[in-house]
């Protein structure tokens, strides 16, 4: 399949899913996009917006993932903002719009991933440990990794926790230069089970698909 990676990050949702694939990742901060091509040296990495890149090449693909950023949305930062810690913000919307987009636009199959809102979804979605997923199939599969959510809650030594979690060495990690926390970069990652989950039920859909194709052809 041509698969498009949105906000690549550390590819957390892409370390199971092989080397028989077409991958593009798309990802905005340089020191992560040059990580991402360490880990996945076959796939094409892109330093772009990806919300823009979704809007200009989403016909070119089989199957998107998308995950926006998630700190307007999460939970954490909702109670920081009540607790005086920090400003409100607004929600970031274009999650919302890259949802209705893709299911309204797209023709292959789509996954859209991001935390559990501190508000009720405005669109539903499966929640599979501590994140939300819209997509246009059916998420069947039993996948319980509730550690990660332990990990983050007591927040000791959760940076090592979680790079063991997501099968990431630490000095690696170190490695980057960019401006982010390396602690907020662990946190966003995706259970890597999950995305290999997902990634294997639309991989299944499309090969029937174009099974079906073919005995049209005969």
Known sequence: MKILNLYA???GNRYKWGDDHDITA????EELARMYQERFP???VIVADAHQYLLDHYKEYDFIWSSPPCPSHSR???????????????PEMSLYQEVIFLDKFFNGK??????????EPLISAKEIGRHLYWTN??????IDREESKGIISTGTNEIQKLCDLHDIN??????????QSKTKIVRNLVDYKVGKSILDIALGIYKSKNKQQISLLD
């Open 9 to 11: 990050c550390l590819g």
């Open 26 to 29: 798309v990802e905005w901060d």
């Open 42 to 44: 076959k796939d094409k």
């Open 76 to 90: 954490a930062r909702f109670w920081s903002s009540k607790g005086g810690n920090v400003n409100p913000i607004y």
């Open 110 to 119: 789509y996954v859209v991933e991001n935390v559990i809102p501190y508000y």
């Open 137 to 142: 199939f059916n998420l069947i599969f039993d």
């Open 170 to 179: 630490r000095n690696f990690l170190n490695t980057y230069k960019g401006k």
